[in-house]
């Protein structure tokens, strides 16, 4: 039963073999065991068995699939500021294989790194929302997520900037550019470029494959 929660779903989109693989630095409690099933629990702040063996997987399934996600459900729920340790794991889940890393459970969105040809999404923010507003946080705003491939090669990722409003995610209209000119600060940190596409209302992040 531990290794239910600690394996690799595996479909076929097209042509393309797709795994993806999710964790949590949350609710130890919660974690598999040998007679209960849970989440993959593994806390990101240590480098132990756990981060060990989560990158394990990571070899293994990519041995057996053509692209490989990562879903990290990691850390605090505010701060625009990604924890160094966060970082150092998600860019050894791309040595080890991963083609993405898709972060998530701050409330906030948080910058795109681009590590050796593939994008770390450190934080996505929200969709569904029950805290109030915060005016600096900004937790009512987050994107849409699109990446773009040419075949299994990250390509480019596109964003397309959202708001909730009355429990709702709307594409974002009038404050669209404010968030993609949030993004792009954020993601500046990293180095990553990135450029507004006012028309399509899409802030489009370049992924360069050196070959």
């Given amino acids: 039963m531990l290794e239910s929660g600690r394996r690799a779903v595996v479909r076929r989109v097209g042509p393309t073999t797709v795994g993806f693989i999710a964790f949590t630095d949350n609710?130890?409690?919660?974690?598999?065991?040998?007679?209960?099933?849970?989440i993959y629990y593994v806390p990101v702040d240590t480098r132990g068995r756990w981060v060990t063996e989560l990158l394990d997987l990571v070899r293994r399934t990519k041995d057996h699939n053509q692209l490989?996600?990562?879903?990290?459900?990691?850390?605090a729920n505010w701060g625009s500021k990604v924890p160094s340790a966060h970082q150092g794991l998600a860019r050894a889940l791309i040595d080890a294989g991963s083609d993405v890393v898709f972060g998530h459970s701050a409330h906030i969105f948080r910058g795109v790194?681009?590590?050796?040809?593939?994008?770390?999404?450190?934080?996505?923010?929200d969709f569904v929302d029950d805290y109030a507003v915060d005016p600096d946080?900004?937790?009512?705003?987050?994107?849409?997520f699109l990446l773009e491939t040419d075949g299994t090669v990250p390509r480019t990722l596109r964003l397309h900037p959202t708001n909730i409003a009355r429990l709702q995610t709307r594409l974002a209209s009038r404050s669209a550019g404010k968030i993609a000119e949030r993004m792009q600060r954020l993601s500046m940190q990293f180095g990553t470029r990135s450029r507004w596409i006012e028309g399509d209302r899409v802030l489009e992040i370049p992924i360069e494959t050196v070959s």
Avoid at 137 to 144: A, I, K, L, P, T
């Fill in 137 to 144: 946080e900004r937790n009512d705003q987050s994107f849409v």
């Fill in 27 to 38: 609710e130890p409690g919660w974690e598999a065991t040998a007679r209960a099933p849970g």
């Fill in 113 to 125: 790194e681009i590590y050796r040809n593939r994008p770390i999404v450190y934080s996505a923010g």
């Fill in 68 to 75: 490989l996600v990562v879903s990290a459900h990691w850390g």
